[in-house]
């Protein structure tokens, strides 16, 4: 069957430009902008949606200028884990009820079915696009979602994002990973569904190990899938430690011998706080040679999730996760508060490590879905930008800076933690 999915839809087309002559008009000037390794402020140009010149000091007019008066400027967060379709539930507990659930895994996904069954499109939709431009407000201009397939909600989470996705349009990127949270074994309706998931539009496929007892046989079964697609890979992987078989080693091994080197995420890699240090060291190498990306919370066994494996070479992002369900109460989509979390409970203390660390929620999450090479601070990247209340990224890390403006394809869409008006 000929899948929707086009493998190219999701990256921008990329517009041939020049730096424009002085004088033209332009769609925004951001002036006096800090970059990072830049000596000096630099103003910077924007039209068609693309930074078209970085320099001392640009002549000419814009339908918008902003001043960033030495701030720094950024590429905006790319949020590489998130969950909409199951997001901001909470309140449909009562209190008593809040205190009771556990973050249990299996009573969170109990819990989670419960609320599930009451799933619309409409409701999945309403919910994801709240979600999404909260994280939009926060500096946040591409996300990827997971999105639940099971008999419990059938393709229902996967029809709400895609709505979502489309409503979204041109306010934050939004790629849609659907997985059989549930697994394989037993479930004779998970591929079906989740094929059908795929056709509708899916962007790349999830897969999670730890859901069959027998995790290599759910790795081959996505690989394969992924294969006959056409599609990246993130395996939601290794989240609770030693209830199944550690599966970041054969989702590495496996991918440098399907040929699918930096097309695969590793999402929570809890055990990699667990593992014996010599198993620590061999499953990162592995990783680092198989382009694995590898992806976290920022909550726990941080030196052995996030630290240690970027120091190996391997590209290691930061994620919201779940946001306000069953899974998890806490979040609001502000990767920065991420960032922070991260620095506290990681190495990453020199101002050069900050920088660092704030890099890891842009252009290293981009690196991760598959777009590094479009984002950035320079001349011909994507104008998907933010205005960060500090003179440098390091310093926005400690002071946890405002985003002052939000950038998102060369429009202003937010300004000190609030959508714009008409956006
Ligand atoms: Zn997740």
């Known amino acids: 069957m000929q899948p ?42 924007i039209d068609g949606g693309h930074i078209t010149a970085i320099e001392p000091h640009i002549d000419g007019q814009a339908d918008r200028e902003i001043d960033a008066a030495g701030n720094c400027v950024s590429t905006g967060f790319v949020d590489s884990h998130m969950h909409l379709d199951k ?25 989670s079915d419960k609320m599930k069954r009451n799933f619309t499109v409409e409701d999945v939709r309403q919910r994801s696009v ?30 709400g994002v895609l709505a979502a996705k489309e409503e979204c349009r041109g306010l934050v990127d939004i790629q849609i990973s659907p997985y059989a949270i549930r697994g394989f074994e037993g479930q004779p309706q998970s591929e079906p569904l989740l094929r059908q998931a795929v056709e509708m539009g899916a962007d ?40 199944r078989p550690f599966a970041l080693p054969y989702i590495a091994e496996k991918t440098i011998a399907e040929g699918m080197q ?19 060291k061999h499953v990162i190498e592995l990783c680092a040679r ?48 991420l960032a922070v979390f991260a620095s506290r409970l990681t190495p990453f203390n020199s101002n050069q490590e900050l920088d660092e660390l704030l890099d890891m929620g842009t252009i290293g999450a981009a690196k991760s879905l598959g777009f590094a090479d479009e984002v950035g601070v320079a001349v011909g990247k994507r104008a998907d930008l933010m205005v960060l209340d500090a003179a440098s990224a390091h310093e926005a890390v400690l002071y946890q800076a405002r985003r002052q403006w939000v950038i998102k394809a060369g429009r202003i869409v937010a300004a000190d933690g609030k959508l714009l008006e008409g956006v």
């Open 4 to 45: 929707a999915w086009n493998p190219q839809k999701f990256r921008s087309q990329s517009s041939p430009f020049s730096s424009p002559d002085r004088g033209q008009h332009m769609q925004l000037i951001i002036r006096n902008a800090s970059i990072t390794g830049v000596y000096g402020t630099r103003d910077i140009a």
């Open 204 to 243: 790349l496929i999830g897969g999670v190990p730890e859901a069959d007892d027998a995790p290599v046989a759910h790795v081959d079964r996505i690989f394969a899938l992924a294969n006959e697609y056409g599609l990246d890979i993130d395996f939601h992987t290794d989240q609770v430690s030693a209830a």
């Open 87 to 111: 997001a901001l539930v909470l309140d449909r507990y009562d209190y008593a009820q809040r205190e009771t659930l556990a973050a249990h895994r299996i009573t969170a996904m109990t819990e």
């Open 290 to 337: 198989a382009g694995v990306n590898i992806c976290v919370t920022p909550f726990e066994c941080l030196h052995e999730r996030m630290a240690l494996p970027r120091q190996a070479g391997v590209n290691v992002s930061y994620m919201s996760d779940n946001i306000q369900d069953a899974w998890r109460a806490h979040g609001n989509g502000d990767m920065m508060l």
């Open 130 to 159: 709240r979600l999404a431009r909260m994280c939009v407000a926060h500096g946040t201009t591409t996300l990827r979602s997971h999105v639940d397939i099971d008999t419990v909600v059938g393709v229902v989470d996967m029809e």
């Open 262 to 280: 930096g097309r695969v995420m590793a999402s929570h890699c809890r055990a990699l706080g667990y593992v014996s240090p010599e198993e620590h």
